[in-house]
């Protein structure tokens, strides 16, 4: 009876869960905190070594697992300069901050430097945007040079102090720059400078500006709101001059770059942009920023208009990522239920094996022993199983002492005591939740126990309360009235109290009917069985008869079935979505060969092509996500609501969702590129 509702109850929520898919997210959800706290272990070990740099970069890696946050910060406190060891040329940092956003009251906001360059264990770095409006000297038509002009007092001083903290100031050098005179006219550059923060040079924009590349992602670089917002000039794409340190045509102008990027002989005092380079600092960290192509049309804009421009494309994605999300997430609360439930029939198999006293055991039909515990008018010491103690494979041990009240008719009421401290068969079936235990005076009562109509249940002629309920087992335990030991005690008074002295020299603490047996491995059941009839005087193992057995192993093969048939489905679902995310790449050929023909790196449009693949799945996501809370209470699927319904295991499980549907559709949307990209090598220009 019990195998047939586990099957039933098996192949109903199989046939839910079987519309779902699981393989990589059952493997990423079983090692991913796994992993991470390898990864943990690893840094801590590797910085009580010495090696902070490689501690640092797991540390920050591990988001907000655990203190890794806190020990990334305490190492950076220690050492400045670790976050940046491992920069490299055309990476963007952040290193510092001023006031760019034009509120005040918010703070200044961190400043993002490109590095330029590196020299050995230095950096030379730019920053990415204009930060201020600066006159190079505040004297019209006054001969002029770097070392005495107000830019590089300025730059060295009130925003040297204010953009970086005394930390971030030691690990700025000093560095000496040779100002050369003007290549052309020979106008004096001044004497040589020890400076902290500066312009570059003229020869260091010819190096750093050389190509219409360089110009466009490094040289037109847009100016900060803050700047903005005052007198600076700004060119209608957001963009503005800014100055190199070199001298002009004249003794009293100054080299600057213009808004497009491109190094200008000369400017006067005009009002400039500023644009610093501190020096070499000591390494900074990787990632890189493009220069926006104009105000209106941002890089982080971009993708928003792609996606209103073609409405369809971004629609048959959202449409794929919602159904993924909602096939995903409705098979893992399916599965999770499932889980859950085939975890609890397990637990309802009972025990591995019972061990009655012989003399108990010709008593009681060996047809109808179950390994949840057969009721038996017998009883003997528990001293007898003291030899049991012995064997490691024995994993715990509970027992149960019955007596009957032969009062109810032909068939007597079965009162069975129990320890819930040690149970593992009873515990399982209790209605009100596993856990709950019947309090020492109240019962818990089988499902086929009558009751008064008051709820009690009548022993020996008192009234019990009742303190839980069992579930129906199918077996004689159905009848049966189950007790702590400690209220066993009062069970038996009654009955002398009633007159019935059969049970005055029980001792509920030291006496068993049954006791029940859970072995350490599943395969050595029948080992133990052997062992104890064989050691063990006075008492006979039973193990679990062969249904039994069968159940517990077509639940682990129900599930290994149900894990293999939905991680195809998913497999087949990721692969239709890559299909199509490639399919529409290769529609997007022209679109690519267009941004290459206007200088537009790889990196910039692998950049803009991921946001855009992401905002979409993300939305597409958690609509799947909806919908699949919405369509789970239509299957009536019990278990599966149950899972729904509490926080605690479905909002991780749509968070998972999430993460890793738009982790794919991200990859896939990179890979598609690639292939696209291939295809363009060398070929900017767009076909006609």
């Known amino acids: 009876m019990t195998r047939a509702r586990l099957t039933q109850a098996t192949i109903r929520r199989g046939a839910v869960a079987l519309a779902a898919v699981l393989l990589v997210l059952s493997a990423a959800f079983l090692g991913y905190n796994h992993h991470r706290g390898s990864r943990y272990a690893e840094a801590v070990r590797l910085a009580e070594a ?9 540390f920050t890696g591990l988001a907000g697992y655990s203190d890794a946050k806190e020990r990334a910060a305490g190492l950076v406190e220690k050492d400045p300069a670790l976050p940046y060891r491992k920069a490299a040329k055309g990476d963007l940092v952040t290193f510092g901050s001023f006031e760019q956003d034009g509120d005040e009251l918010n703070g200044p906001e961190p400043i993002q430097w490109i590095v330029l360059e590196r020299f050995g264990d230095r950096l030379l770095v730019l920053s990415a945007d204009v930060l201020d409006g600066r006159q190079y000297n505040h004297v019209p038509f006054q001969d002029v040079t770097w070392a005495d002009s107000d830019l590089r007092a300025w730059m060295n001083g009130d925003f040297f102090d204010a953009a970086f903290t005394p930390a971030q100031q030691g690990i700025i050098p000093s560095v000496l720059n040779d100002n050369a005179d003007q290549s052309i006219t020979g106008a004096a550059g001044g004497a040589p400078t020890q400076d902290r923060v500066f312009a570059l040079s003229e020869q260091e924009s010819v190096i750093y500006l050389s190509t219409s590349a360089a110009r466009s992602d490094i040289g037109a670089a847009p100016a900060s709101q803050a700047a903005a917002s005052g007198t600076l000039s700004v060119s209608e794409e957001g963009t503005a001059d800014w100055w190199l340190r070199s001298p002009g045509t004249y003794p009293f102008a100054a080299q600057y770059v213009d808004a497009a990027g491109t190094p200008a002989p000369q400017r006067r005092e005009r009002r400039r942009a500023l644009r610093g380079a501190p020096g070499p600092v000591d390494r900074l960290r990787r990632g890189r920023r493009r220069r926006a192509m104009t105000r209106a049309f941002a890089l982080r804009l971009v993708p928003l208009k792609n996606l209103r421009a073609h409405p369809v494309r971004a629609a048959i994605i959202l449409i794929l990522a919602l159904a993924q999300a909602a096939c995903v997430f409705g098979g893992l609360v399916a599965l999770d239920g499932m889980r859950a439930e085939l975890s609890l029939a397990q637990r309802r198999l009972g025990a591995d094996l019972v061990v009655y006293p012989t003399s108990c055991l010709n008593k009681v039909d060996k047809k109808s022993v179950t390994m949840l515990g057969t009721p038996a008018l017998c009883d003997q010491p528990r001293s007898a199983l003291s030899r049991m103690g012995a064997n490691e494979d024995i994993a715990a041990v509970s027992y149960q002492l019955t007596i009957a009240d032969q009062t109810h008719g032909d068939d007597p009421l079965w009162v069975v005591g129990y320890d819930p401290a040690t149970d593992f068969v009873i515990s399982p079936w209790i209605a009100e939740g596993e856990g709950v235990s019947p309090q020492v005076g109240t019962v818990a009562v089988g499902s086929a126990v009558p009751l008064t109509d008051a709820g009690d249940v009548t022993i020996f002629g008192r009234q019990w309360p009742v303190g839980a309920h069992l579930e129906a087992t199918g077996t004689s335990l159905d009848a049966a009235v189950f007790v702590s030991m400690d209220t066993l005690s009062q069970v038996i008074a009654a009955s002398t109290q009633a007159g019935v002295d059969t049970y005055a020299s029980l001792n509920p ?3 068993y009917t049954v006791a029940l047996v859970r072995v350490a491995n599943p395969a050595d059941v029948q080992a133990v069985t052997e062992w104890i009839n064989l050691y063990v005087r006075k008492v006979s193992a039973v193990r679990s008869d062969l249904t039994v057995a069968t159940t517990a192993s077509d639940i682990r093969a129900h599930r290994t079935v149900v894990l293999g048939v939905l991680g195809a489905a998913w497999l087949i679902l990721l692969a239709a979505l890559m299909l199509a995310q490639l399919t529409l790449m290769n529609e997007r050929r022209h679109e690519i060969y267009v941004w290459r023909s206007i200088g537009a790196s790889r990196r910039v449009i692998a950049r803009v092509l991921t946001v855009e693949s992401l905002l979409v799945h993300v939305v597409g996501a958690l609509a799947g996500v ?22 605690g295991r479905s909002v991780p499980l749509a968070a998972l969702t999430v993460a890793l549907l738009v982790g794919a559709g991200v990859v896939g949307t990179r890979l598609a590129l690639a292939r696209v990209s291939r295809g363009a090598q060398g070929n900017k220009l767009a076909p006609i």
Not at 626 to 645: K, T
């Open 626 to 647: 909806l919908v699949g809370a919405c369509v789970l209470p239509l299957v009536g699927d019990a278990p599966a609501l149950a899972a729904l319904a509490s926080p």
């Open 50 to 58: 010495g090696d902070t740099t490689a501690a640092y970069e797991i």
């Open 509 to 511: 603490a030291e006496d």
